[in-house]
T-cell receptor
Framework: DAGVTQSPTHLIKTRGQQVTLRCSPK?????VSWYQQALGQGPQFIFQ???????QRGNFPDRFSGHQFPNYSSELNVNALLLGDSALYLC????????????FGDGTRLSIL | AQKITQTQPGMFVQEKEAVTLDCTYD???????LFWYKQPSSGEMIFLIY??????QNATEGRYSLNFQKARKSANLVISASQLGDSAMYFC????????????FGTGTRLQVFP
């Protein structure tokens, strides 16, 4: 039973660049959520995708965008990277209805130089 | 105001002893869910236990139990018979309302289990 997989594991970028992170949900799941976890903090909700649409969004600027593909996998794109974007980015998957348990991946650690 | 408050940055416990990790929450929504996750150094958030606001009994999952005191708005995690592998960060989180999957996390508690 494949769990949530994220790629890449680590990434180093410089300010102003753009980055794309990828997530494959747990087998049988159709909903993907993205979280940003800064060092020493709890994760913060970025947005959630369901049926290839952004269903809910947290308090993040438009530089953060996403996409969900027909196979339910998802991408998180961040444009014009800032030093403050350095964080662990976690993907979580669940079934379509609300209030279902979310299963997290190991995350992508993004460092901005 | 913080939605989820974890006041213990770090906790130590001896192997085989029980430990309680504190969590208080703040919401005016009558329907909410409370979660505890474990995060080892690898980064993955591992789901431990869930308590719904309307649940009458405290949730239990193996060695984990949730001490839910609704009037005090607290949802403390109790780990019984601690093991060395329990050493990790522990996060309390809340889902506020019914029509959302958004989780609001606390700042976490680092638990260290020593022999």
């Amino acid at each position: 039973d494949a769990g949530v997989t994220q790629s890449p594991t680590h990434l180093i970028k410089t300010r102003g660049q753009q980055v794309t992170l990828r997530c494959s949900p747990k087998s049988g799941h159709d909903t993907v959520s993205w979280y940003q976890q800064a060092l020493g903090q709890g994760p913060q909700f970025i947005f959630q995708y369901y049926e290839e649409e952004e269903r809910q969004r947290g308090n993040f600027p438009d530089r953060f965008s996403g996409h969900q593909f027909p196979n339910y996998s998802s991408e998180l794109n961040v444009n014009a990277l800032l030093l403050g974007d350095s964080a662990l980015y976690l993907c979580a998957s669940s079934l379509g209805q609300f209030n279902q348990p979310q299963h997290f991946g190991d995350g992508t650690r993004l460092s901005i130089l | 105001a913080q939605k989820i408050t974890q006041t213990q940055p770090g906790m130590f416990v001896q192997e085989k002893e029980a430990v309680t990790l504190d969590c208080t929450y703040d919401t005016s929504d009558p329907s909410y869910g409370l979660f505890w996750y474990k995060q080892p150094s690898s980064g993955e958030m591992i789901f431990l236990i869930y308590q719904g606001s309307y649940d009458q009994q405290n949730a239990t999952e193996g060695r984990y139990s949730l001490n839910f005191q609704k009037a005090r708005k607290s949802a403390n995690l109790v780990i019984s018979a601690s093991q060395l592998g329990d050493s990790a960060m522990y996060f309390c989180a809340m889902r506020e309302g019914d029509n959302t999957d958004k989780l609001i996390f606390g700042t976490g508690t680092r638990l260290q289990v020593f022999p």
